[in-house]
């Protein structure tokens, strides 16, 4: 987010193109085919291709006066087709999006529905069962004004059946019953009408026929189907419902969708206890509220993880892209349930909302302390009173200026692994979480980012991982897992870590929320290379001497410490290509490749046999009773970065070292 | 492989010939140890020819230490140069094989050991 790109367009408009433009890079390769943005002034925008000739086909964009348009010339009837609805499904996809974020913002903009939502989930936790858990559901939302009156239906037999209601006997209705609302509610559109000759009115038989204002939220399967609805409605002139109202009912019926998904789980499932069902729900609005997801960027690898405990306690995390820069959000609320990830939800909305209002505002990219201090401000006094609060990290990782800018809100700090000076060690900062005192201090660190460096962001559910005899699987253990790992990449140091914890666990349960982001920045430019020379070795021991000789001259120009690494990795994977690569007619010969760049030297093995997974290899042991299980890891740890990958059925193997 | 040991006050001090114990001379390496792994057995092994060790010819000293150490013998080391010390203590065998810079101080270890006793 870099101010506003496009001055024709209207920022929500800017938004929409800035989502659009990357999503559409799966039809760039059609030379043939143009699309336009179109503001509602009548401002156009090349969003790909161009120039615009042949056939035309414009879109309309939901909720806004925007349109695209596509051009293209040629093309079977099929493609034609195809096309129309490639680009039509994109648009739908992000309607779905704007419509989830508006949820979070609103959520995350009005207190008193936080506030209400927040009792009401604590209070549903109670019940064990879900009928008893709905009805109190209800009770609680016609308590939030007066006058209110509510009742939740579910489909059956293409009828509505009141499940709960705030009212005695509710009766069985048609969908045709519900006049003007049945059309938006089977279509998964929440409705407000606060005109009663908006709607077809009943014969004054059904309770919310004299309603002077009425709103309805779809109930919807975890397949998005609709299930049943939510019914709201006041008879009283004075007051109407408004958007909010209508946001609040979303994410109400959203839990109750949750709950009666869960509870059909729990149906089909006999053995799944309440807690489980608990996680169920706490997991679902972890995964859609709470966890964003890693972008793919070429400036950097981006890894991210997160598992929900039983007893959730709202971790979240957040990743905004801006040119070649990252900026990562991690963040953890103190308390347990589905209360916790809704305060997680609301936090985070609560920052995007203030890099939005301050980017807006400056016309740039704000810097992570005012993103903090803004985001504090507004929920600093609200989190007290709520008697919660929230540790977080910000931090921004810029391979360009080759810096990482954080604010550390008593998070667990950034653990950082330098392949270039082979040394692990955290970043922190001191400020306190937020919720704990009113203060406009808070301090912005900037370390350096090097190429080679892994950044690891995690919460303490991961240092707080339990043996069951007590001991925490603690920061060290952790160090030890980056460095031993990092040199695999982001993706595989997450399943190594996790997998690390689970062994730790040692069939204990997991008490806290688990979330761990990795980051790694590229040794260098890989398009630049500079040689690159290929032989090839019988797969015999005795040509250890021969390809180290081999390797030496290639490798001119490494240090001493670092030639060490190469021999020591190098000669490893050779001896394993030897070993494993036997095959029934005798052993093929081991192809080997360096390939030099400015900034580093690639060493490329490859050889045939079966497939090898250096996820499988189990750990050496240390304390001197095996002879043998050294090779794999003595590859990892001198290496600066390894690829195991499968070519034209061969295992190759690439090992990275630095030039210093 | 010939490995020929030099007796000094009860204590046997081999030098490893050649630049490199690695996977295609271990198993040479081991067959020639085998003779030397005797009952209480005091061996130095004397790395300072030594230019590169890898995980597979550490293997091997690691097979005589627990050898040794079975029969109420030891097995120090000593000579290593910087690469090898790197990868001793990347495995952490720096914990399990007493290590010292040169022969002599390797032998007089044994002597303090009993004067302790």
Redesign the interface.
Known sequence: MTGLQNPSLTPAEELIFGRLQPSLTCLAELDDVCLEFESETGARVPLLGGPPQGHHIPFFIEDSGARVHLYFSGRTATERHLLETTVRTLLEKLEVEKREELLLDELGSNWESLEALYEISTDVLRFGDVRQALSRLIERLTSLQDGLAACLFINRNSRLEPLTASYEQPAVIEWSDLGAITTPIQESRSVVINDPAARATGDGSLPWDTATSLAAAPITSQRQTVIGLLLVWRNDQRYILDAPFSRLLEAITHQASMLLESDRLNRTMLENDRLAKEIEIASSIQQTLLLGNAPKMASMEIASFSSASQQIDGDFLDFLQHGDAVDVMIGDVMGKGIAAALLGAATKSQFLRALANLAIRRGGLPSPVDIVRRSASRLGERLISLERFVTLCYARFDPVQRTVDFVDCGHTGILVHRKNSRETFFLRGDDLPLGIYLTDEWHQHTADLMPGDTFLLFSDGVTETRRPDGELFGDDRLMECLENWSSLGPDLLLEKIRQATDLFRDGGSQTDDFSCIALRIPVGDRNARLTCHQTAFPAELDQLGAFRDWLREYAAGLDAESLARLDAATVEAFVNCVRHGALPDGNAPVRAAVHGYESHLTIDLRHAGPPFDPMSVPPPSFDGSRDGGFGTFIILRSADEVVYSREGGENLISITIMRR | MNLTAEVIDNVSVITVPGE?L???SAKDFKSAMAPFLTAGARLILDLSQLK?V???G???M??A??QLNGMGGDLKLCGMN??IR??FE????H???EIFNTREEAARSWSTDSAKI
Not at chain 2, 90 to 93: H, I, K
């Open positions: 490199t690695d996977a295609g590169f890898d995980s597979s550490l293997g091997a690691l097979s230490l627990r910087k690469p790197a990868l990347l495995v952490r065998m914990r399990v094989f």
